[in-house]
């Protein structure tokens, strides 16, 4: 469970840090949110790694997660556009992280069953 929660917060400060680089554009004051959200994400990537997580899964989600939040967010705070294709791409990516941390659950219950 604490691997998830570190996974998430990385994914909150990643998502956080990539939005205020976007308003450091026009209000440089915002780019000290973008070096401690960035810094504080890949310390919780780490430490979600260090939990036992497999680089695999926590990558994915990380960039999964991301990239959806991001596109989200971005078009609600900055009037971005979405569209449905957009959505299905992320539909896909999203599809894509399960099926990998599927196989992962698959691929750890056989290595225990070899032991």
Do not use: N
């Not at 497999?54 to 997660?65: F, K, L, R």
Request: proline share 2%; net charge neutral; charged share 10%.
């Amino acid at each position: 469970m604490k691997r998830w929660l570190s996974l998430a917060g990385a994914i909150i400060t990643e998502v956080s840090a990539t939005l205020a680089l976007k308003a450091a554009i026009e209000a440089p004051g915002w780019y000290v949110m973008v070096v401690f959200g960035y810094v504080t994400a890949f310390l919780l990537l780490s430490l979600c790694l260090r939990l036992g997580m497999t680089i695999s899964v926590a990558y994915g989600a990380w960039g999964a997660g991301g990239v959806t939040a991001t596109a989200l967010l971005s078009a609600s705070i900055f009037d971005e556009p979405l569209t449905w294709l957009m959505g299905a791409g992320m539909a896909l990516i999203l599809a894509g992280v399960i099926t990998v941390e599927v196989g992962s659950q698959k691929a750890h219950a056989k290595q225990g069953e070899q032991a």
